[in-house]
């Protein structure tokens, strides 16, 4: 064989090794699947159509709403990239509950969901399938915190200290601004911080972020924009943990928005802003865990930690403390298992909280005649506190059918997680089409059927496709908290949370660990918001209707105007 034609045959053999490579590394699509038939041949799979929605500044999980709409299917699949199975998104309330629900164990939480809490809580159980073997101790450590005892004596006295000196920052910011309107991020912000730090750790009013916000204005002037239209605080600065805090959402974020968590993490371990905030978490919370074992300790006559307990860390010390005594064993109270699971309590009720705030402010301002019915509602309810504020456990027995609608309402339009995502533990059906195990499925928490019209293929009509809330008398994209609302035979109004698509806890086994926490909090703070302040609405050119991506979504603005309601 001469030399061209030798070296023309090793061209060709590289030329059809190197097509074979190429077309294993293009997407598998899922068959019977719909998805982006362009997206499907091209490595980077549906990568350029985020780009595309980045740079035309579009919420991104608006790609997921588009891509269903567009293919006028509950179920689609995309393509994240190179090596990576395909992607399954499911906009389909009534088929999410069941599987999530009803066939909880054909779901796991995945592979995604493992690798990115392993790296942050790998001893919080958020970070464990149920089969772990040590999901159960950790189940074990928390089991305390959302029983009626803890959240009755712990969290809502917590919180009622904690928002009503919010309340008295807001009422000297109200009389400054006169009527202008100032943001409020970092207030909701720093009254979440201050309600989960009391209750997890039992920080005093003095050491919050409210108090030093009350200070700075003390210590400051008023300042506008410029043109007079909005008023300018001081801010207070970020206490070390809050910004360490602040630091590992930004890692979190980015490792869920990553091809390879994996890598990610492998170079994000060499940031100096990383391991600096995972430092101080640990010793932060370790800090905390000593001081509630010695204050234990000096109360009990024995020397050992008593039953004097006033906080998140006291219930989990006193966990450690039984599981040692059964196990035959000295209690651990510098395990990162204690660590992890105080630390998660911190994240998850933080953030979350923070977010669903943020969109009520707004919500109240924005919705006139939602917010008048609310503080009638109250006032109603409340009418034995016509001339002081309900206390705390007024709040907590009295059942207020509008209050909790308006709640459920707004986490409707505004869940703070816009989706979920799972993982296939073996071959099951999804909306009728067969999916292989290991397969990821993004479950949309808002989007179609919950906030939009829901997507019914044509063969589908008959069987009256998906449920949504198209037999509502009220638009699905409006705010009405009256869809939560029925009469009972006594003509008794009462509120119904089964009254249609609402996912924003999740659902099924492992649902959302702190709802009951975070409705309890949401009820406390919105009444005493709303009997103490009147939310005027603000003007046309100072709407913001944007939002901003991340571990939860927020509102890019949260802007009030604000009127003191006296007697």
């Keep these: 064989m001469t030399e061209p034609v030798f070296v023309a045959a090793v061209a060709a053999v590289v030329a059809v090794l190197l097509r074979i490579a190429y077309l294993q590394l293009l997407p598998k699509p899922i068959p019977g699947v719909p998805h982006n038939k362009d997206s499907a041949g091209r490595l980077l799979g549906d990568a350029p159509y985020f780009k595309q929605y980045e740079k ?56 995604l969901n493992n690798v990115v809490w392993s790296f942050f809580l790998p001893n919080h159980f958020i970070a464990m399938e149920d089969s772990h073997p040590s999901f159960k101790k950790s189940k074990f450590l928390t089991k305390d915190l959302m029983t009626n005892n803890f959240l009755h004596t712990v969290s809502a006295p917590a919180s009622h200290q904690a928002v009503s000196n919010f309340v008295k920052l807001w009422k000297q910011k109200a009389a400054i601004a006169q009527g202008l309107p100032f943001e409020t991020t970092r207030d909701l912000e720093g009254l979440t911080y201050d309600i989960m730090m009391t209750a997890i750790f039992g920080k005093g009013e003095g050491e919050g972020m409210t108090m030093q916000q009350s200070q700075a204005l003390l210590n400051d002037k008023i300042k506008t924009d410029g043109t007079a239209k909005v008023a300018l605080f001081p801010p207070a600065a970020d206490p070390e943990i809050l910004q360490a805090h ?53 109360n009990s006559p024995g020397g050992k930690p008593g039953n004097q307990l006033a906080s998140a860390a006291d219930y989990v010390i006193s966990r450690e403390r039984a599981a040692a005594e059964t196990e035959g064993r000295l209690p651990v109270y510098d395990s990162m298992e204690l660590n992890d699971m105080l630390w998660g309590y911190f994240g998850g009720g933080q953030d979350s909280t923070h977010s669903t705030l943020c969109f009520t402010v707004k919500y109240l301002g924005m919705h006139q005649g939602a917010q008048s019915e609310l503080r009638r509602a109250l006032r109603q309810a409340h009418h034995e506190a016509h001339t002081r504020e309900p206390t705390v456990q007024e709040i907590i027995r009295t059942q207020v059918p509008y209050l909790d609608a308006f709640i459920e309402e707004t986490l409707r339009l505004c869940s703070p997680a816009g989706a979920i995502t799972k993982e296939t533990a073996c071959d099951t059906i999804v909306s009728g089409h067969a999916i292989p195990k290991g397969t990821p ?24 496709g998906v449920s949504d809330w198209s037999y509502s008398e009220y638009p699905v994209e409006g705010f009405h908290p009256e869809r939560w609302l029925r009469s009972d035979e006594n003509g008794d109004v009462r509120y119904d949370n089964n009254a249609g698509p609402f996912l924003s806890f999740s659902t099924g086994p492992r649902g959302c660990w702190g709802k009951r926490l975070a409705y309890l909090e949401l009820k406390l703070i919105v009444t005493l918001l709303v009997w103490n302040f009147e939310f005027l609405r603000l003007p046309a050119e100072l709407d913001d209707d944007g939002l901003t991506e991340g571990l939860f979504t927020k509102p890019k603005s949260s802007l009030v105007s604000l009127k003191a309601i006296t007697g």
């Design 56 to 111: 035309a500044a579009r919420f991104r999980t608006r790609f997921f709403y588009d891509l269903v709409s567009k293919h006028k299917s509950p179920l689609a699949q995309f393509f994240p990239g190179p090596f990576a199975r395909p992607f399954l998104v499911l906009a389909d309330y009534r088929e999410a509950q069941r599987l999530m629900s009803k066939q909880s164990k054909d779901l796991s939480r995945g592979f």
């Design 246 to 298: 602040h630091d590992l959402n930004v890692s979190i974020t980015g490792a869920f928005g990553s091809l390879f968590p994996r890598v990610f993490f492998f170079f994000e371990n060499f940031r100096p802003r990383t391991r600096r905030a995972l430092a101080t978490k640990r010793d932060f919370v370790q800090a905390e865990i000593s001081r509630s074992v010695a204050q234990l300790t000096a």
């Design 441 to 464: 499925i993004m479950i949309l928490l808002t989007g179609p059927t919950f906030t939009q019209p829901g997507v019914r293929p044509p063969e589908k009509l008959s069987e009256g």
